[in-house]
């Protein structure tokens, strides 16, 4: 069998790296982007994460009970950790503080952005300021926050709790000057160089302690006794907040879509490391085309999350468009396939469904997966709108409890009912959903 060389023309797709990064980081969620970053960043020096870290001042360290707050803590820290979210506990109380529609809204927005430690992870403004809130209404409200338990959530950092604290406690003589220390002796303190503030203040060895022991009565990280190892965080991808507007007479609703691009926000992009590199030594051919790899895998990784952040967005209002109902009322979810989002947005469906993979969006009636929003539909006999499955359970539901308990309705009844509605559905369907509702069945449900 004799040998030959020929040439052929051939198609086939090339994925470049980077279109298998940008594809790749559709599919992170919020934390899983944030670690990717962190790892980037020990390995490229061009990329730098502003991540501040909240160390406890030196009068904390080692120090256990927290007297009255630390002693009820510990007590509910087995139970309430692992069966009530922090996020659970404030919504619960944000009821009873003196707020409008808006700013209970608001109040919801910024309780769900709290990290492990009950302070703030993004920045409080950036969240509210397009909503229309002044930056002094938005301190105000964190300030009305902090004050529900645990006391000092929605702060910043630590120091910010604890003078959120420290102005629950103005009955008790040393808090003025608790938070004097607070606010300009943070380094003495961190360092328990009590000879330095004494000197600086006048206070005498009595006075500082006094100051202490009601220091010490504070939690500089609130939110702790409420989180475990075991605890998943989920933080939101989307914001959508829903405001009830006035025109012309006539009621209708404003909603806002707003981005978490926290990530993006702690990203620098050190531009000048290669001549700060050059500048304290002469680099070798070798070296300068290593870095030239690392910038540009910098700003591939950015650009990345850039395009990853414009579809979320582009998805996210899309899908409000189609389920405007349910962000309003908080019911009736329209049936909805990637395919409607896919087309009205530009995308192909495989992207839609990479994008809305674990990303989650916060609304007035809690926090849901992106995914759940699409849903299944019954097809409709007279046009051709169809109906959600849950609709359909919520009809039979109705039916079930409207019946004459002496004479309970079968299944293939019920379905008759139904297809009178203009629903097309089969009595085995039917009695799936009555199963899947948990409601027995007709000779059972037979009162005599």
């Not at 338990?149 to 000057?177: M, R, T, V, W």
């Not at 879509?257 to 926290?262: C, E, F, G, Q, R």
């Not at 926090?367 to 759940?372: A, N, Q, R, S, V």
């Not at 609709?391 to 039916?399: C, R």
Request: hydrophobic fraction near 35%; aromatic fraction near 8%; charged fraction near 35%.
């Amino acid at each position: 069998m004799k040998q030959k060389i020929e040439q052929r023309q051939i198609q086939k797709l090339i994925l470049t790296q980077s279109l298998k990064q940008s594809i790749e980081l559709l599919q992170y969620s919020q934390l899983e982007l944030q670690e990717k970053l962190e790892e980037e960043a020990k390995e490229n020096p061009f990329i730098k994460i502003k991540k501040k870290e909240f160390i406890p001042i030196g009068i904390f360290e080692g120090y256990v009970d927290y007297e009255a707050t630390e002693r009820k803590h510990k007590a509910i820290e087995n139970v309430a950790a692992k069966t009530q979210s922090l996020y659970t506990i404030l919504e619960e109380q944000i009821e009873y503080l003196n707020l409008s529609d808006k700013e209970r809204e608001a109040a919801r927005i910024l309780i769900s952005s709290l990290d492990k430690n009950g302070f703030l992870s993004q920045d409080p403004e950036k969240l509210l300021k397009p909503l229309g809130f002044s930056s002094e209404e938005i301190y105000e409200l964190r300030k009305k926050i902090a004050s529900l338990e645990p006391y000092g959530c929605c702060a910043l950092n630590y120091i910010e709790s604890l003078l959120f604290q420290l102005e629950l406690k103005q009955d008790i003589s040393e808090a003025k000057d608790a938070n004097f220390l607070l606010q300009n002796f943070q380094k003495e303190l961190e360092d328990k160089d009590f000879e330095a503030i004494k000197k600086k203040t006048g206070f005498d060895d009595k006075k500082i302690q006094r100051i202490l022991s009601l220091l010490r009565t504070l939690n500089p990280f609130p939110g702790l006794p409420y989180s475990n190892e075991e605890t998943i965080y989920i933080e939101p991808d989307v914001y959508v907040f829903v405001e009830e507007i006035h025109l012309n007479g006539d009621k209708d609703y404003k909603i806002e879509v707003i981005l978490n691009d926290k990530t993006l926000q702690n990203i620098e992009f050190n531009k000048e490391y290669i001549k700060q590199v050059q500048q304290e030594k002469q680099l070798s051919k070798k070296e300068l085309e290593e870095l030239k790899k690392k910038y540009y895998n910098a700003q591939t990784l950015i650009h990345a999350i850039q395009q990853r952040n414009e579809t979320l967005l582009k998805v996210a209002k899309s899908i409000v468009k189609f389920q405007r109902e349910f962000f309003i009322t908080g019911k009736n979810l329209q049936p909805l396939k990637l395919k409607d989002i896919a087309e009205d947005v530009g995308l192909h469906e495989s992207t839609v469904s990479r994008i809305t993979t674990n990303k989650y969006v916060y609304t007035r009636w809690g926090i849901f997966e992106l995914k759940y929003f699409f849903r299944r539909g019954l097809k409709s006999i007279n046009k051709e709108n169809a109906v959600t499955t849950d609709k359909v359970k919520e009809l039979i539901k109705e039916i079930i409890n409207n019946e004459d308990k002496t004479i309970p309705l079968k299944d293939q009844e019920i379905a008759d009912i139904l297809i009178k509605k203009g629903i097309k559905i089969a009595r085995r369907t039917v009695a799936k959903y009555r199963k899947e509702l948990g409601i027995p069945s007709v000779s059972e449900r037979k009162k005599i």
